[in-house]
C-alpha cells in the first residue's frame, strides 16, 4: 500500500528534490559571493590543467595562459592617494669665477670714501676688469642698503661695482685722468639696480595687461638671472625710501610732515606729494614684486638679508665674495673695511634723531607689510632658501598677535 502511495505521488516528490537542490546550489553561490565582498582583490586559482609549457590560470570573468616557468601572478594594490609629488627645486648656483682686474692706470680708482684718511688702507685701489664681464645684478628695494654694500664690496674685493644710473660716467683715475666709464663696457663685478621697471606696473596700474608678466621679468632677463638680491626690513626700507625721496641723497631727511597720517596730500613749500598712507601701500607693493620676481628668478649668485649684514658684516662678506666667485679674500683689505664700516657717507645713521613718530604704521598699515612678508617667505620657501630674519625686524610682530602688539615694546 505504502509502495503504490509513492508511484502515485512520484512526480510530487520529484518536484520537490529538484527544488531543494536549486536551492542548495543558489545558497552555496551566494556564499562564494558573500566571501569575494568581505575579502576585496583579485581571487586567483590554478586548474590541474597543464600542457607541456602553459599553466592556465583562472579567475572570476578572466582566463590567462601563463609559460609554465613564470612566476605566481600577484596584484599589489597601490592607494594613489597617498603618492606626494614634490615639485624639483632648482637650486641658485655661484656665479662663474672672474678674470683678472686691469692694472692700467687709466682704470684704477684713485679713490674711495670708505677708506676716509686712513694711509695704511689708502694703498688699496679699486680696478675695473681687464676682460668683459656680462652684466650681473646688485639689486634692492630702494632704501635697502645698495650704495653702503657697493663701497663694502669695493673694498673687500678690489673691483669695480657699476650702477646702471647716471652719475657715475666719470671717475678720477690713479693716472689723474678722468676716465669715462661707459654703461656697456661689462668691466664691473656687478651693477647697482632697483629695477624700476617694476615699479611702473604698481605705480600704473592701468598698464598692468597681458604685457606685465614680460614687464616683470625684463631686468631679471637683461642679467639673465645672474646677481645677488639684497633684502631689508620693508618697515625700515620704505621709512629710508621716503626719507631718500625728499632728501636727495643717501644721508638726506624727509621733513616731519612726510610721516604724518591723513587723507590730504602732504604740502611742503609749493609741492604736494603723496599721503603717507599712499606712499606706504605702493611701496610695500614694489617691495613685494621685487624680492618675489627676483628670488623666482635667480639663476647664479644669491640673497642676502641687510639685517645680517649689519650685524655681521664681515662673515657676510665672505659669503658674498664666494657667491662672486672670488673664494680669496686679501684679509687686509676686509679689516679696513671692518674699520672704516662706519664712516663712509652713503648710509644713513641709526642713532641720530628721528623724524617720525615712534610708531608711524597704523594697524591697517602694519598688517598690510606682514602679508607682504609673508609672500616673501614663501618665495623663498620655495627656492629652499633661508626665511627673512624677521627676529632682527623693528616694527614686526608675528602675525598670530596682530590686534595685541604692544607699541611701547618697539
Known sequence: MRLGLLRRNFHYFSTVAIISCCYVLLLRTSTKSGD????????????????????IVERPGDIQVLPQS??????EYVDKSELIFTPTIKKIEKLPRIGPPSMEPNKTLNWLDLWSNDTICNQFTVHLLEENLLPRALVSFPGSGNTWLRMLLMGVTGLYVDTIYPGDEFFIS???????????????????????????????????????????????????????????????????????????????????????????????GNRKISTWDQFISRSVASWEMLATVWIRGLKRGGVVYYEKLRRDTGPQLLRMAEMLGIPDVNKDRLECVLRHNQDNSFKRSESGPKNYPKNPFTESQHLLILKSIQSVQLALKERGLDPLPVELYDFYTPMYQYGHWNISSL
Open 36 to 55: 569575494d565582498d568581505i575579502h576585496p582583490g583579485p581571487h586567483l586559482s590554478f586548474s590541474d590543467v597543464k600542457t607541456n609549457d602553459l599553466i
Open 174 to 268: 690713479k693716472a689723474g685722468s678722468k676716465y669715462e666709464l661707459k654703461k656697456d663696457c661689462n668691466c664691473s663685478l656687478l651693477q647697482k639696480t632697483h629695477d624700476l621697471s617694476l615699479f611702473s606696473v604698481v605705480y600704473n596700474m592701468a598698464m598692468a595687461n597681458k604685457s606685465s608678466e614680460k614687464r616683470l621679468n625684463q631686468e631679471v632677463e637683461h642679467f639673465r638671472g645672474d646677481g645677488i638680491l639684497v633684502i631689508r626690513n620693508p618697515f625700515k626700507a620704505i621709512l629710508s625710501y621716503r626719507n631718500f625721496a625728499f632728501g636727495g641723497n643717501m644721508a638726506g631727511l624727509a621733513p616731519v610732515e612726510a610721516f604724518k597720517q591723513g587723507i590730504e596730500p602732504v604740502k611742503i
Open 70 to 75: 613564470a612566476p605566481p601572478v600577484t596584484e
